[in-house]
């Protein structure tokens, strides 16, 4: 069974990015993590990026039918797209978004979520392990499936 973790726009910069708010781990890092995770579950997990948001919602869409799960961190279209909400509204499989820094101590831009009220479940601040508590949270809630 596979999940996919879709990473969003300037994470492919990370660890060069901000390093009080994103610490230095990098996108291989988070990479790694998602991987060691999944194999824990028995599940194969597909990690992309992309700086497009409309890749992100083709992406989405592939969750329709490939995919038991999904990881995402939209990254600042969460602060900014209807589309990814609706794209994410549309699946019938767990949607747990991450982001790596509590946005909720940070600008008030930060503080509106468009993918969190379509979302399955949110943990947001818990930096680098917040998409190991992702995955592992999607492989409970598809444990009892037969797919
Ligand atoms: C982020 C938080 C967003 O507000 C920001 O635009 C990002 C990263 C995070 O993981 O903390 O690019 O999604």
Redesign the pocket.
């Known amino acids: 069974r596979r999940i996919l973790v879709l990473n969003?726009?300037?994470?492919d910069v990370l660890g060069r990015r901000d390093p009080a708010?994103?610490g230095t781990v990098t996108l291989a890092e988070l990479e790694a993590i998602v991987h060691t995770e999944a194999a824990v579950h028995e599940l194969e997990a597909d990690f992309r990026q992309t700086n497009r948001e409309g890749e992100l919602v083709e992406w989405l869409h592939e969750a329709l039918d490939h995919f038991v799960g999904v990881v995402i961190?939209?990254?600042?279209y969460?602060?900014t797209s209807v589309a990814l909400h609706d794209a994410v509204e549309a699946l019938d499989v767990p949607v747990v978004e991450?982001?790596?820094?509590?946005?909720w101590k940070?600008e008030p831009f930060?503080h509106v979520d468009h993918v969190a009220t379509a979302a399955t479940a949110v943990i947001?601040?818990a930096g680098a392990d917040?998409y190991r508590l992702a995955v592992a949270h999607v492989a409970s809630l598809v444990s009892t499936d037969a797919q």
């Open positions: 969003g726009p300037n994470l708010q994103y961190n939209p990254a600042a969460a602060h991450v982001h790596l820094s509590n946005t940070r930060r947001v601040g917040g």
